[in-house]
């Protein structure tokens, strides 16, 4: 962790710097709130945050914040050999997005060098002339994500390619969000898009800018590729020489999506994540790993009750927690989504306000039906949200569109409040 | 969330709240309210994420760069309501430990907020070079450069003799 590093030889040496950090200690200490309301809020915030996250796991649109594609970017730190490797520990540790191997590297995996993740880029670009060669492999401090990175010109211009590799646990959250795309209102970008590759792979492939604020329009493409096994593999480009501080040297990176694509998902890679030591702190947490959730798979009990004449279009996986059918009764697609989750009486208070209505046996529900939350063109969303007074709670919403984000492909929801409100209240849930 | 990270979390977000909420204070040169936004904020991400943030070798330090990000994040996306800070005068009087508050703030108000960023992790947090880089996804260089600016404009702001109104 970078707090752990030895950082002697930037301890302030000037006495203005000396005065500063107490200053900023005294006055920063001066500083003070009612902390359990804060951390009752925090808490009640990512309940809500976690519930919206699975609520968009469709389609490539996605709710993320900007440190989950932060998480992603292990960068070389503009340019200086020691500066990548601590900015790329660095990143593993505050962001925690890229496992890291372990420090007491085990026999069995053979490790990665720097020169096979160098000449593994090199063969697999494109022709072109290659220069400014770096890499880090397994055994090197402090990071032990294997990289590379190198200066690339096929001829329009030198453009700055980076390749990182490691392993995410396979189904978990961070699988999942390593290749959703970012919220273009958290991270401004052109284009993402994830697409499922025959072997189950998923490559998310984003096209966007190195400073959000645009004050240079420095291009910042890359891919995310997760397999079904947990390997990660991630290439990025620019349309200049170095990520930063450097001019714009074409009108864009190199590669197009589709040559993004074949890099990122080239097997070679995934041989080499194979390769990386396992870090036995990441295999031995058990428990804490398998992201716990409540109740029945949840698409194919809400496929069970649904009404009739519903035509099933698409599906999403069959899990626990979450899940959605894009159904069709002739009229046009329709998304339908559920989030199943357990231990809610806390927000009982912050989910349903006045308006909701409480049922003989306490079961609290309320309905909102209102503009999508996506941006699609015209897209209502309806909702129900049930809460049992054991603390579980069912949310049902239903779209007039395929998608939230897609424009509205019909003027309600292929299914009423009413047929909601069933589902919502069906015991199904908790069998 | 399974019971017992509920109780780490909770236990954690407990124990960190109050350093967060301070350190946020210098973030948002003493917007109090918004201060309180970006921690609940950061609370709120630090749960969604709690089963890594747990692992990490220092849940806290990755509770501190989630908070910059979350502030840098809001930035971006409000300017406007970037804080006036007109009335500093440009040398600072002597004066008590109220008035330097004020006046540390108005002129960390003052810098643009990457820089901010950069002196609250260096100087308040107490982080090298590169773990500032790495917080920020910038380059150390430009963590050295924000840095060098900053410290020129509080310079400039506060006076060289900033010391005389730090308490003993």
Known sequence: MPHDQYNGPDLPSDPFETRLSSALHDTGGLFDTDRAALVAAGAARGRRLKLRRRAVVLGGAATVVAAVLGGALVLPGGGSGAGAGQSGSGQAGAVGARPKASPTPSPAPAGVTKQQMISTLEKLLPKGRLSEQQGRGTDEEPSYAPMASLVFDDGKGPAAVTVALGRVQPGSEEARQTVLCPDKVYIPHDDCRTTRLADGSVVMVFQGYEYPDRRVDTKHWLAELVTPTGQHVSVMEWNAAQEKDAPISRPEPPLDPAGLTRLVSAQEWRALVDDIPIDPNQQTGGPTRAPEQPGAPVRSTLQTLLPKGLNVVDRSSNEAGFGYLVVDDGKGASLVQVNVQTGMSKDAGALFGSGSETLPDGTRVAVHQGPGEKGGEGVVMWTVDTLRTDGRRVVISAFNSGTQHDAATRETPALTIAQMRAIALSPQWWK | ?168
């Open chain 2, 1 to 168: 969330m399974r019971q017992v990270r509920a109780d780490e979390y909770a236990e954690f977000a407990a124990a960190r709240a109050g350093h967060l909420y301070r350190s946020a204070c210098l973030l948002t040169a003493g917007d109090t309210h918004l201060a309180e936004d970006l921690v609940q904020e950061t609370l709120g991400r630090l749960y969604v994420r709690w089963s890594r943030v747990s692992r990490a070798d220092n849940p806290a330090a990755y509770a501190q760069t989630t908070l910059t990000r979350t502030f840098l994040a809001h930035k971006r996306l409000r300017r406007s309501t970037e804080r006036s800070t007109d009335v500093l005068p440009e040398t600072a009087a002597a004066a008590s430990d109220a008035s330097l508050r004020l006046t540390l703030l108005q002129a960390l108000g003052r810098l643009p907020v990457k820089d901010r960023a950069v002196v609250v992790l260096r100087y308040w947090e107490d982080r090298s070079v590169q773990e500032t880089a790495a917080a920020l996804n910038f380059s150390s260089a430009a963590v050295r450069t924000r840095c060098v600016r900053a410290l020129a404009r509080l310079r400039q702001l506060l006076g060289e003799d900033i010391g005389e109104y730090v308490r003993p």
